[in-house]
Structure formats: structure tokens, C-alpha cells
């Protein structure tokens, strides 16, 4: 299973129950976030006399808050990667995960094709999240394990496999690998070689091969891994790396785990599989650093509308008025006030970005009409009431 971070066994029990389904599962396992519960201990040492308890307020373990700034970034984070995965036909299935987002195929299928589509996603999401240039590390771990991991080897065959273990590259030192005779003699690594190679041929097809790179000194810290294993770095100029260094490690990492769900069944029941995982609380991290880094502003809601009047004893107008754009689908917004004034309001548009401002006043209620008005243009324009929902649908389509 693509991991960043260890399952709790009770994860592959509920898995297990769709994987053991008829072939193409593809499930997401959703991140469970505790950033914004906060566990309450009440302190019970309390004498007779004394009436007040002492409420002490505390974040659970392994959890953070997050404020309203760094929840609209999270939220477009994770809205990349579920919209990508479920443009690649995935369904649902909620466990209680770390903070990862996980794309995983299980099923009996023909060589390499959905490990192609796994390396594919893996470069739509990074491409769509706009981190920058980034490159997916692949090997093969039965063929590092013929090359690494053999005991007693003479020095000068040591020496050559350090060679290739520092190599990286692409279809070209696939080739060059098939050319060894010592890696000839073994089985394992020529089929491992022959699938990369395979496994290439899929991702020029889909255009991804230039964002790929053979790298035989990857390795995953899990066992349970029986074939093709990757990991995704961001890769930055030494400018950039004196200027906002990244010291996240992998930003997405996955592999084939052919014999692991058969691990969680009593028959044995064996089902391939390969996936992978967005590390979530990663990509976070680097780009509230960003944030924090170019100074950027971030808007803390979706409103379009704010409903405002220059006048008092307008309450009543202006809540039949938000009422109505409620009911058309659009997002508005009014001060939880009687008598608000006009520059508060105004100000509080700029504020919080709003883009679109109804006045209401008694002039624009004798005459039937209402003002709209730009924020940022600060342009005003009258409007037939009946015609208010279709210019700002009209203004909000054009924006």
C-alpha cells in the first residue's frame, strides 16, 4: 500500500471488504482531520466550598488548528486531488487514515497499465497544486534487492553496482541494465526490467515520461512492496533554494503490493494492487510557507453579494432582499445589524473581497430599482429588481 505514514490494521479490515469485490475497485481514502476539535478535560479536584470548575481547553496529540486562512488553502489542496481522482473513476472509502489522501487499484489486470495511470495522477495533482517542477523517482525493488542486497559479492561487482545505484535515468539505462550479465542471471530482475521498460512505453503514451526517472538508489521503508515502487520530490534552482529552501522530503510516494491484502484475509485470498499517496500535511506546509513567504491574501469565504443600505429602518428590505438571492443559489452576505452604516459596510466588502454590493435605499425603493455596485471599480449601476438575479449571475459568469 502507497504510504507516507504507518495504517492501523483495522484501515486494510475495512479495505479488505472492497478489495475482495469483482475487479477495477479503485477506492480514495479520506483524510479524517482533528485539526479543529479540541478536547475539553475538566478538572474535578474541586473542595466543597468551591462553586467554579476549572475548564482547561487543549488540542488532541498529533493535531493542530487551523485558522480560516489556512482552512480555504487546505480545502483547495484537497479539492485538487479528490477532483483528480475522481476524473480517473474513483470511488469512496472512508477509513481512519493519517493525513494522506490515497488512490489505490486493486484487481487482476494486464502488466503496468494501471501502475501508468497511478504515476499519471500523481503528476496531474502535483501539476494542478502549481508547486513547481517536480520529478517521480521509480525502481523496481526485486531488481535493487539483485543488485544491493546480495551478500558476498566480489569487490570489483561491488563497485559496478555502486555505479548503477547512482545512475538515474530513463528508458536508456533501462536498456543499459538489460545489457548486464549479472543482472541476466537472474529471473526476478529481468522480469522487473522488462515491466519498467513496459511501464515506460505506457508513459510517453500519456506524456508523463520527461517527469519520470529511473533511479535505483530509491528506496521504500516498507516491505510489503513486491514490485514497482515511486516517489515525487519538488525540485527547485539553487536561487530558489537560498531563497525559500524545501525541507519536506517526498511530497507523493506509492508502489505495487501484490501479496499484502491476502495478509488480511483467512483464506489467503490474494489480490494485486498498486496505488499511491499525496502527502497532504506536506504539500500544506509548503505552500502556507509560501504564503507566509510573499505576503498573500487569501479570502476567508466564497460571498459574491453583500446586501447594504445608506439608511436606517431598512432592515426589513434588506433581509427579503438576501432572502431572494439565497433562494437563486448565490452566495450573500449583511451586517447583523439594525442600522449599519455605509461605510462599514463598504469597507467590510473590501476587506473580505466581496465583489458585488446591492444598495438598497428609499430613493431605489420608490423607483423599483436597486444599485449595484462594483467593489472594485466602485462604479454603480441601476437595476430593475426583477432583473437583479440575472445581471449578477451574468456579472459573476464574466469574472
Known amino acids: 500500500m502507497p504510504q507516507l505514514g504507518l495504517l492501523h490494521g483495522r484501515v486494510w479490515a475495512a479495505l479488505l471488504g472492497q478489495l475482495l469485490r469483482p475487479p477495477r475497485v479503485v477506492c480514495i481514502r479520506a483524510v479524517h482531520s482533528h485539526s479543529q476539535v479540541a478536547e475539553a478535560v475538566l478538572t474535578s479536584q474541586l473542595k466543597p466550598h468551591e462553586e467554579k470548575s476549572n475548564l482547561i481547553i487543549k488540542t488532541p496529540k498529533g493535531t493542530r488548528d487551523l485558522s480560516p486562512q489556512q482552512m480555504v488553502v487546505r480545502e483547495k ?36 497499465i494501471p501502475d501508468a495511470e497511478c504515476l499519471k495522477i500523481i503528476c496531474e495533482i502535483l501539476s494542478g497544486l502549481q508547486l513547481g517542477d517536480f520529478l517521480i523517482k521509480i525502481s523496481w525493488k526485486d531488481v535493487r534487492h539483485e543488485m544491493v542486497a546480495q551478500k558476498g559479492l566480489a569487490p ?4 559496478r553496482i555502486g555505479d548503477y545505484v547512482q545512475c538515474h535515468g530513463g528508458v536508456s539505462l533501462v536498456e543499459q541494465l ?11 530482475a529481468l522480469e522487473g526490467l522488462r515491466d519498467l521498460k513496459l511501464l515506460y ?23 510489503y512492496y513486491t514490485g514497482v515502487i515511486y516517489e515525487a520530490v519538488l525540485l527547485q534552482s ?3 533554494a537560498e531563497e525559500e529552501p524545501l525541507n519536506v522530503g517526498s511530497v507523493a510516494a ?3 503490493y501484490d501479496e499484502l491484502v491476502g495478509m488480511f484475509n483467512p483464506k489467503g485470498h490474494k489480490v494485486p494492487c498498486v496505488g499511491l499517496s499525496i502527502g497532504v500535511e506536506r504539500i500544506f506546509s509548503i505552500v502556507e510557507q509560501r504564503m507566509k513567504t510573499f505576503g498573500e491574501k487569501i479570502r476567508t469565504t466564497e460571498t459574491q453579494v453583500f446586501v447594504a443600505t445608506p439608511q436606517k429602518n431598512f432592515l426589513q428590505e434588506r433581509l427579503k432582499l438576501i432572502a431572494e438571492l ?35 435605499g428609499e430613493e431605489e425603493l420608490k423607483e423599483g430599482v ?15 429588481r426583477e432583473n437583479l438575479v440575472a445581471e449578477i449571475q451574468k456579472r459573476l459568469f464574466e469574472s
Open 77 to 112: 489542496i484537497l479539492d485538487v486531488i479528490v477532483c483528480c481522482f475522481k476524473r480517473h473513476g474513483a470511488k469512496g472509502l472512508d477509513t481512519p487514515a493519517f493525513e494522506l489522501k490515497d488512490f489505490d487499484i486493486a484487481g487482476h489486470f494486464d502488466p503496468m
Open 156 to 159: 570489483e561487482v561491488a563497485d
Open 178 to 188: 538489460f545489457q548486464d550479465p549479472r543482472l541476466s542471471q537472474s529471473k526476478q
Open 201 to 223: 512505453e505506457y508513459l510517453t503514451l500519456f506524456g508523463i515520461a520527461e517527469k519520470i526517472s529511473f533511479d535505483l538508489s530509491l528506496a521504500r521503508g516498507l516491505d
Open 238 to 240: 539553487p536561487a530558489e
Open 254 to 256: 506509492g508502489g505495487r
Open 326 to 360: 439565497w433562494d437563486a443559489g448565490i452566495k450573500a452576505e449583511l451586517l447583523y445589524k439594525n442600522n449599519p452604516k455605509l461605510l462599514t459596510q463598504l469597507h467590510y466588502c473590501e476587506n473580505m473581497g466581496i465583489p458585488l454590493v446591492v444598495i438598497i
Open 370 to 384: 436597486l444599485k449595484l455596485r462594483s467593489v472594485a471599480s466602485r462604479e454603480e449601476v441601476a437595476i430593475k
